[in-house]
């Protein structure tokens, strides 16, 4: 089993900084990628982006591209979310997930995010 814990979420103004963090505890020997995905408030979970635990390779939804930026410790077992350039359209509650490498998710409870414009 794996546990995922996501943390630094809060109201931040429009155009502002902040970093998500998502540790992961238990079975975390089989990490195939972790991701971040995001629900705002009436609409369905959407992508946001995903690195590959193994070679670092990333995506990222269109919509943060050249925004946000994802990142990995392998040491710790924990991905982030670095995101610039905020916008009120980002306003939503941000899940971490990982996939293992029998294509297994687990998800985090998830963290809220709130831009101000």
């Known amino acids: 089993q794996v546990h995922l814990v996501e943390s630094g979420g809060g109201l931040v103004q429009a155009g502002g900084s902040l970093r998500l963090s998502c540790a992961a505890s238990?079975?975390?020997?089989?990490?195939?990628?972790m991701s971040w995905f995001r629900q705002a408030p009436g609409k369905e979970r959407e992508f946001v982006a995903a690195?590959?635990?193994?070679?670092?390779?990333?995506n990222y939804a269109d919509s943060v591209k050249g925004r946000f930026t994802i990142s990995r410790d392998n040491a710790k077992d924990t991905v982030f979310l670095q995101m610039n350039s905020q916008k009120p359209e980002d306003t939503a509650v941000y899940y971490c997930?990982?996939?293992?490498?029998?294509?297994?998710?687990?998800w985090g409870r998830g963290t809220p995010f709130t831009i101000s414009s």
């Open positions: 997930n990982l996939k293992s490498s029998t294509l297994v998710n687990f």
């Open positions: 690195i590959r635990w193994t070679g670092g390779y990333t």
């Open positions: 238990g079975r975390t020997f089989s990490i195939y990628a």
